[in-house]
């Protein structure tokens, strides 16, 4: 497979997770591990959206607004999810 057949399927696996996290949450875990996945495997860089999105600790989707809240507090993103403690800063000054 190319590099921009799997972004094209990483792309859409990550919408499909983010869409239906509301009514089928394990669906959602399921699609964005699949994702994950395939990118370890065919040795692709993970897409900034994915690596923001999915936790790494327990492997759920962390949207913002709905799973996670986030927060500009000085010079970081604050990512804080609302049903695990795993807390993602990143600097943007
Ligand atoms: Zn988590």
């Given at each position: 497979?190319?590099?921009?057949l ?28 699949h ?59």
């Open positions: 497979m190319s590099r921009q799997i972004l094209t399927e990483v792309e859409r696996l990550l919408a499909l997770s983010v869409r239906h996290y509301a009514d089928d949450p394990e669906l959602a875990q399921n699609a964005l591990e994702a994950w996945r395939l990118c370890v495997h065919t040795d692709t860089p993970i897409p900034k959206n994915l690596r923001l999105i999915r936790c790494t600790k327990c492997g759920k989707p962390h949207i913002p607004g709905r799973t996670a809240k986030v927060r500009l507090i000085k010079g970081k993103i604050l990512w804080l999810p609302n049903n695990c403690e795993h807390i993602k800063q990143i600097r943007y000054k």
